[in-house]
């Protein structure tokens, strides 16, 4: 077991690597009634073509991931989320373009619901009759999202700037691609994806670590797991420029939806200097449309933008954008005033004090997000994907430099590289 402690923010994080190749974090937090557990792998929507080094090249249905996330939670005696609800915890799971999660919180008997979680996660149990019977669930969700504006001018965005990536592949996938899914294909990926070896167990509450990795070493060392290849993932080359200037969807809506923003040119970043790239990337952008800012007020008071105007940014090794904006009562008008009133800025950058302020706020809702164990899970899972430390951000935050986000302004505002979408009433 080793233990890395984090002097400046007080918090011990133990880690230990079992000898299949899962990776294991305990983050006791003292006085915390509520454990959080996130049993995660490396494995997401967009990696519907790989292969696995010994094996041949493999492509499967879009939307298999999040598929194979729905059909893990059911066993021969019934549903999974059953047996946590009966030890006192509450249970779920989610998708995302890189990884798919498994989770619990609860406050008793942590210990019977840890293994409840490493149990289930690691016995799948698919059948050509309760894949079929999934189809018809999922096929039902798919559509749901078809009619939620806020997620069609998301997608739509995405579907704008990127032509070959799979990230413009919507999560669950469509009704036609998840037809062709069947138990086969799900172990297929399943055996690829779910070894323990591209897996992350983390455990973050009041809870002991000797104990905690007592319960994992005894659970792993009573399964058999053969050695895993290295996984390739595959993906077609994505051109620099965004497929459309502009992509439009109707749908009945009181005000016009209206999201933007803007293609990273340049992929391939991982690690450290992928994460300091997001944080500079995320305070710049709190910096250029914050809510504080006089851009995001000008609009404000000219009755373009509401409080539903935002903006995140979104990366990873092969891709990454920027996405800004909400309801508006006049799209055009928006993206002409914020162009107008972005040249500026781009032509002197930001001011110290300005940038100061910015960074002392986001360094603080960092330190809050150390309070909330489901934060901490989450965010952690993410950066250790990513080859980062979720407990280096603060002195990655206090090292950026205003020079450094001015440079980054420069470089991702870049109007050739601009994507928008719409969702208008018919």
Same mark, same amino acid.
């Given at each position: 077991?080793?233990?890395?402690?984090?002097?400046?923010?007080?918090?011990?994080?133990?880690?230990?690597?079992?000898?299949?190749?899962?990776?294991?974090?305990?983050?006791?937090?003292?006085?915390?009634?509520?454990?959080?557990?996130?049993?995660?792998?490396?494995?997401?929507?967009?990696?519907?073509?790989?292969?696995?080094?010994?094996?041949?090249?493999?492509?499967?249905?879009?939307?298999?991931?999040?598929?194979?996330?729905?059909?893990?939670?059911?066993?021969?005696?019934?549903?999974?989320?059953?047996?946590?609800?009966?030890?006192?915890?509450?249970?779920?799971?989610?998708?995302?373009?890189?990884?798919?999660?498994?989770?619990?919180?609860?406050?008793?008997?942590?210990?019977?619901?840890?293994?409840?979680?490493?149990?289930f996660v690691q016995r799948p149990y698919f059948t050509e009759q309760n894949v079929e019977k999934e189809k018809g669930i999922i096929g039902q969700e798919i559509n749901m999202y078809a009619d939620n504006p806020d997620w069609r001018?998301?997608?739509?965005?995405?579907?704008?700037?990127?032509?070959?990536?799979?990230?413009?592949?919507?999560?669950?996938?469509?009704?036609?691609?998840?037809?062709?899914?069947?138990?086969?294909?799900?172990?297929?990926?399943?055996?690829?994806?779910?070894?323990?070896?591209?897996?992350?167990?983390?455990?973050?509450?009041?809870?002991?670590?000797?104990?905690?990795?007592?319960?994992?070493?005894?659970?792993?060392?009573?399964?058999?797991?053969?050695?895993?290849?290295?996984?390739?993932?595959?993906?077609?080359?994505?051109?620099?420029?965004?497929?459309?200037?502009?992509?439009?969807?109707?749908?009945?809506?009181?005000?016009?939806?209206?999201?933007?923003?803007?293609?990273?040119?340049?992929?391939?970043?991982?690690?450290?200097?992928?994460?300091?790239?997001?944080?500079?990337?995320?305070?710049?952008? #709190? /910096?250029?449309?914050?809510?504080? !800012?006089?851009?995001?007020? *000008? %609009?404000? +008071?000219?009755?373009?933008?509401?409080? =539903?105007?935002?903006?995140?940014?979104?990366?990873?090794?092969?891709?990454?954008?920027?996405?800004?904006?909400?309801?508006?009562?006049?799209?055009?008008?928006?993206?002409?005033?914020?162009?107008?009133?972005?040249?500026?800025?781009?032509?002197?950058?930001?001011?110290?004090?300005?940038?100061?302020?910015?960074?002392?706020?986001?360094?603080?809702?960092?330190?809050?997000?150390?309070?909330?164990?489901?934060?901490?899970?989450?965010?952690?899972?993410?950066?250790?994907?990513?080859?980062? #430390? /979720?407990?280096?951000?603060?002195? !990655?935050?206090?090292?950026? *430099? %205003?020079? +450094?986000?001015?440079?980054?302004?420069? =470089?991702?505002?870049?109007?050739?590289?601009?994507?928008?979408?719409?969702?208008?009433?018919?």
């Amino acid at each position: 077991m080793e233990t890395l402690h984090y002097e400046r923010l007080q918090e011990t994080l133990y880690r230990e690597v079992m000898d299949n190749g899962l990776q294991v974090y305990v983050l006791p937090k003292q006085g915390f009634t509520k454990t959080y557990a996130t049993f995660a792998t490396k494995y997401g929507s967009v990696d519907n073509h790989f292969r696995v080094a010994g094996q041949e090249e493999v492509t499967v249905p879009d939307g298999i991931a999040h598929f194979l996330e729905h059909k893990m939670f059911e066993e021969p005696e019934g549903d999974i989320f059953a047996t946590f609800a009966s030890n006192g915890a509450s249970a779920n799971a989610f998708t995302s373009f890189e990884q798919t999660v498994y989770l619990f919180s609860a406050t008793e008997k942590i210990e019977t619901n840890l293994s409840t979680l490493i149990d289930f996660v690691q016995r799948p149990y698919f059948t050509e009759q309760n894949v079929e019977k999934e189809k018809g669930i999922i096929g039902q969700e798919i559509n749901m999202y078809a009619d939620n504006p806020d997620w069609r001018v998301y997608f739509g965005l995405i579907e704008a700037m990127y032509t070959k990536h799979p990230v413009r592949i919507d999560i669950a996938g469509t009704v036609d691609s998840i037809s062709t899914i069947t138990k086969d294909t799900l172990y297929t990926c399943y055996n690829a994806f779910y070894h323990p070896s591209n897996m992350l167990l983390f455990v973050v509450g009041g809870v002991d670590p000797e104990a905690v990795f007592k319960l994992v070493r005894k659970n792993q060392s009573a399964k058999s797991y053969g050695p895993q290849g290295e996984i390739e993932r595959i993906f077609e080359t994505e051109p620099a420029e965004v497929g459309l200037k502009r992509k439009e969807c109707r749908l009945p809506v009181s005000l016009p939806k209206c999201l933007f923003g803007f293609k990273e040119a340049e992929a391939g970043l991982d690690g450290p200097e992928a994460v300091r790239r997001d944080l500079i990337t995320k305070l710049m952008l #709190d /910096l250029l449309v914050g809510s504080s !800012t006089n851009l995001y007020q *000008t %609009l404000y +008071e000219e009755d373009l933008i509401s409080d =539903s105007f935002g903006h995140e940014f979104n990366s990873s090794p092969q891709y990454a954008f920027s996405a800004i904006g909400g309801d508006t009562r006049d799209p055009d008008l928006l993206l002409g005033r914020f162009r107008e009133l972005v040249e500026p800025i781009l032509a002197s950058g930001f001011r110290e004090d300005d940038f100061e302020r910015a960074r002392s706020k986001k360094i603080g809702s960092y330190l809050r997000m150390l309070n909330s164990p489901e934060s901490i899970a989450h965010e952690f899972t993410r950066y250790q994907f990513r080859g980062g #430390d /979720l407990f280096e951000v603060l002195p !990655t935050y206090e090292s950026i *430099t %205003l020079e +450094e986000v001015n440079e980054r302004l420069r =470089s991702h505002v870049d109007w050739n590289r601009l994507a928008v979408s719409l969702v208008v009433s018919p």
